[in-house]
């Protein structure tokens, strides 16, 4: 009897945890935000008159590419903080060892 009581305590700890995680919908319209960003992306490209003004539109553009799909393909919205703590803590070292390795070579310079 104990064990009938564990298992189905199991499986609603189970149900529980996968509540709210998107619909196939979800997916479909930030798919398709992705892919608007993109189009976006592609035409500001061939804007000659931009000059370098182009760099920050595109990092920003791509920033918001790189939050949707870290937030919805990989769950980091749904899942507990510890996760998003974990991805954002590699993701901010990764940057530092680039910008560091710019600086050793004089990239800035």
């Not at 189009?39 to 918001?64: C, D, K, N, R």
């Not at 530092?96 to 990239?107: E, I, K, R, T």
């Amino acid at each position: 009897m104990s064990q009938d009581t564990e298992q189905a305590s199991a499986e609603s700890a189970q149900a529980e945890v996968h509540t709210g995680h998107p619909t196939a919908m979800t997916y479909f319209k930030v798919a398709m935000a992705l892919s608007v960003i993109t189009a976006i992306e592609v035409g500001i490209f061939y804007l000659t008159w931009l000059g370098h003004g182009i760099i920050p539109i595109l990092a920003v553009l791509s920033i918001a590419k790189f939050a949707l799909v870290g937030m919805f393909y990989m769950h980091l919205k749904y899942d507990a903080q510890v996760f998003s703590g974990m991805f954002i803590a590699g993701l901010a070292t990764a940057v530092g060892v680039v910008l560091a390795l710019m600086a050793l070579f004089q990239f800035f310079v």
